[in-house]
């Protein structure tokens, strides 16, 4: 099964135009209608992001906890 993907709106009438180079004249197809939706987040700025994951690994060595992981891995 092939599987087309294209953006389209449906006309006042309730018609789907299908663009023209897909042969699916008097074909059985399956339609899978999704609608738009656009989401606004916020975006954040470098400082807002810096400020907010700083100091996360601060106290912590992370080769040592690389080799403890792998050494509890591999007993």
Known sequence: ????KFKT??????????PEGFDVKNKEVEVIILNETTKN??????????D????????????KA??????DKHK
């Open 1 to 4: 099964m092939e599987a087309y």
């Open 9 to 18: 709106k449906v006309s006042e009438d309730g018609t789907i135009s299908v």
């Open 41 to 50: 987040t916020p975006k954040k700025n470098m400082r807002e992001f810096l």
């Open 52 to 63: 907010k994951f700083s100091g996360i690994l601060e106290g912590i060595d992370p080769d």
């Open 66 to 71: 690389k080799y403890d992981y792998l050494m």
